[in-house]
């Protein structure tokens, strides 16, 4: 294998960096442009999907159903789940942060297939846009995320074909990236680094990446099934022509359970890059750290049924489920206890930051929780299918994996823009989240307990001022968006210059310019053997000159 | 070596990529395999679950001929040794030969395609008749795409080595090894829908 990483002695890569904001609309192959191109994408649906989750909100403030017909709020929760896994999250932890950092880490000057790379992003604008302009097409689909048939098979078919078709463009979308993820941080690594002093963002890729490979492919499989039996009329779901339900329901959540680790592996791995820098402290525990991964990563492909206990699931299943269910708590828990031992008698700087991924681990803890107990069997069935769930999900995939994307916003900004954000404002965004999120999920905990079911705009009206504060919070958390929205373009252009390395961290991201050039280091990638070795004396790269990193900001 | 840097003429020189890294793209190709069998996994599953749980009334069991899928099966089989061999010739810088075994593979995966039209044609039921047939039609179809693929991809291969300016040689045939891969590759997810569909 001969990675030679020439210096960069061309003079044009100087005259080449500020190819201006035009190259984000283009078929660019530079991780970097495409991991931000994820990142901005990204978000412009999570507003969206964002504005959809108000109008659900706005309909639940009443417990009669007034604000839109019935069947588009069920286009709306439908595109609301739709967008947020496949068009924010999953593209935004992977790809946008995956892009960005995967490169840098393994001390490569770009993917391993930039064109593949390429064409993985550009699958995903047309296809959000797809799924959207379904709505203007005799309606969007209307069976929620997950389409179980027969709702799937017997609701208007063009929306629900549309879906269908947009999800295989995504899933494909995924699955090129995650070949691009595997072959990248096994093949494309530095001479001289050794996978054990990788950055631990690498390792919770390439978890993630496996899970890719052998999930999505699955659902695109059972989604083309799903299509022939909307559009050619055969029976393999449908129970009236001799098909089985329970069949879909196996291969829609063999991919669907590890779509949650695809979506909150890649945050595990980018809080343990933020937290060590901003405590100072070596990240605790690093070895047990990449062992946790890997385990969630199996035992993350066999506890897909517990999503099924309600489905006539045989008892041995049950059981089955139940304990691979209960065993992930003990990966995700030493990863959680590892976190706060980082933290642990830091010089912890209390920035956006760190108080983004503080708020993740707390909210985290908490859905771990509701997790564990949603995993047994009697409680499951009691709380099945209502707003319990409801809140579980949410405090996994926004008190997770949203509160690290905003994290690493704040932390990784300087690197994409050379400015600092504004902390003040950070924290404010911060505060009103943190409130926001939490008074809009923690109630709904209490009305799934006490039997609201979810995915329904009217309910009982003894559940009227709880699902009001819950949407209270919900306003909060849309109001939290105008802070973040000004503070980003405000200091793109007039931010605190943030020099190289405002953090004064170690990884190697950190040791070239900030906006980095085009081949992400002027001369040869630096071998980084202990990225987190924060308070130590002992060289943390082999190059005969130490790290300069300038005190202060 | 060149610089690995875009120029700003044309930015994204594919000679100038190459220089970069060594040739992963075998590797990617596997990785990809791996995906599109967890396809195949998944429909497997499917079938496998729908014999375990769903019975089929008396009257709607056919059972499947075997003569036509096992001259499928062989004329597969032998299209992966022709395939290999095609491999070896060009090994050994024997472009004309490379390129007739690569023709007599593509003969047979034409072959194998027309095979399973024709018991297409003879099988008294049509897709949406009950489950089985759809899920026969289903597994075999989304097969049979596959073969139509790498057909296709042998005839692209086979028409670069044909090229006076020899754009697979013994120095590149990637094209030729991961047509090769895919082959073999969709030639082993035959043998097992063979045993699962038309043995078990």
């Not at chain 1, 924010?88 to 391993?112: E, H, K, Q, S, T």
């Not at chain 1, 937290?275 to 990563?297: A, C, D, E, Q, W």
């Not at chain 2, 190709?29 to 679950?49: K, N, Q, R």
């Not at chain 2, 990637?174 to 590759?185: D, T």
């Amino acid at each position: 294998m001969s990675i030679s990483v020439p210096p960069s002695t061309n003079k044009r890569s100087a005259s080449l960096q500020p190819q201006g904001w035009l190259r984000y609309f283009s078929f660019s192959l530079d991780h970097k442009v495409i991991g931000l191109q994820y990142l901005i994408c990204g978000f412009i649906f999570y507003l969206i999907g964002g504005a959809l989750a108000g109008a659900i909100r706005i309909e639940l403030t009443s417990p009669i159903s007034d604000f839109m017909p019935r069947d588009v709020y069920n286009q709306v929760l439908t595109l609301h789940g739709t967008i947020m896994i496949f068009l924010w999250i999953v593209p935004v932890v992977n790809g946008a942060f995956g892009n960005y950092l995967i490169p840098f880490y393994v001390g490569a000057r770009d993917m391993a297939f930039p064109r593949l790379n390429a064409v993985a992003f550009w699958l995903i604008p047309p296809a959000g846009l797809m799924l959207i302009s379904s709505y203007f097409i005799n309606g969007a689909a209307q069976s929620g995320w997950t389409a179980y048939p027969p709702l799937s098979i017997t609701t208007p078919a063009s929306g629900q074909i549309i879906w269908i078709i947009s999800v295989l463009l995504l899933g494909g979308s995924s699955i090129f990236g995650g070949i691009n993820f595997i072959a990248t941080i096994l093949k494309l690594r530095r001479p001289g680094l050794k996978l054990m002093q990788l950055p631990m963002y690498c390792w919770a890729m390439l978890g993630t990446s496996i899970l890719v490979v052998l999930s999505t492919p699955v659902l695109a499989g059972t989604l083309i099934l799903l299509s022939f039996d909307i559009v050619a009329h055969t029976g393999f779901f449908n129970p009236s022509l001799g098909g089985n339900v329970i069949v879909y329901q196996h291969l829609f959540w063999f991919y669907s359970h590890p779509a949650v680790y695809i979506m909150v592996l890649p945050a595990f791995g980018l809080v343990s890059e933020i937290l060590p820098v901003h405590s100072r402290k070596p990240l605790f525990g690093y070895v047990t750290m990449v062992y946790s991964i890997m385990g969630i990563v199996v035992l993350g492909l066999v506890v897909w049924a517990h999503h099924m206990f309600t489905s006539g699931t045989p008892p041995w299943m049950r059981l089955f489920f139940t304990i691979a269910t209960a065993f992930i708590a003990v990966p995700t828990g030493i990863k959680f206890f590892n976190w706060v031992a980082t933290l642990w008698g830091g010089r912890i700087s209390l920035n956006s930051a760190i108080l983004f991924s503080c708020g993740f681990i707390v909210n985290f803890v908490l859905g771990g929780i509701t997790g564990v107990a949603l995993a047994q069997v009697p409680f499951d069935v009691h709380v099945h299918d209502t707003y319990f769930v409801v809140a579980h999900f949410h405090y996994i995939v926004y008190g997770g994996s949203v509160f690290v994307i905003f994290s690493s916003i704040y932390h990784w900004y300087p690197k994409f823009t050379g400015r600092l954000l504004n902390e003040d404002i950070g924290r404010l965004h911060f505060l009103i989240t943190f409130v926001g999120f939490n008074l809009c999920f923690a109630p709904q905990h209490w009305l799934g307990l006490n039997g609201m079911p979810r995915r329904v705009a009217e309910y009982d009206p003894q559940f009227t001022f709880v699902n009001q504060l819950s949407s209270v919070g919900a306003l909060l958390m849309a109001l939290s968006t105008i802070p973040f929205l000004w503070n980003v373009f405000y200091s793109a252009f007039k931010g605190k210059q943030s020099g190289d390395n405002p953090w004064q961290a170690l990884t190697p991201e950190w040791l070239t310019s900030s906006p980095p050039p085009v081949e992400n280091w002027v001369g040869e990638a630096p071998l980084v053997v202990e990225p987190y070795g924060y308070g130590k004396s002992t060289p943390v790269t082999d190059s005969k000159k130490p790290i300069e990193i300038k005190e202060g900001l | 070596m060149t610089s690995v840097i875009p120029t700003d003429e044309k930015p994204n020189d594919l000679a100038t990529e190459k220089s970069e890294h060594a040739d992963h793209r075998l590797f990617g190709l596997v990785s990809f395999l791996v995906a599109d069998g967890m396809t195949f996994a998944g429909f497997f599953a499917a079938y496998l679950t729908y014999k375990a749980v769903n019975p089929l009334l008396p009257d709607a069991i056919y059972e499947l001929e075997l003569p036509l899928p096992t001259l499928n099966t062989i004329l597969l089989l032998v299209s992966s040794a022709t395939f290999h061999k095609a491999g070896k010739a060009l090994e050994k810088n024997n472009s004309i030969k490379c390129q007739n075994w690569l023709l007599i593979t593509a003969g047979l995966g034409i072959a194998f395609l027309a095979s399973q039209m024709v018991e297409y044609f003879t099988l008294p039921f049509g897709l949406t008749d009950n489950l089985y047939a759809s899920t026969f039609y289903a597994l075999t179809g989304f097969h049979g795409l596959h073969v139509t693929l790498g057909t296709f991809m042998i005839l692209i291969v086979w028409w670069q080595a044909r090229s006076p300016g020899g754009r697979i040689t013994n120095l590149n045939k990637f094209p030729l090894e991961a047509a090769e891969l895919y082959w073999h590759f969709v030639d082993g997810i035959w043998v097992i829908l063979f045993i699962i569909l038309y043995l078990l």
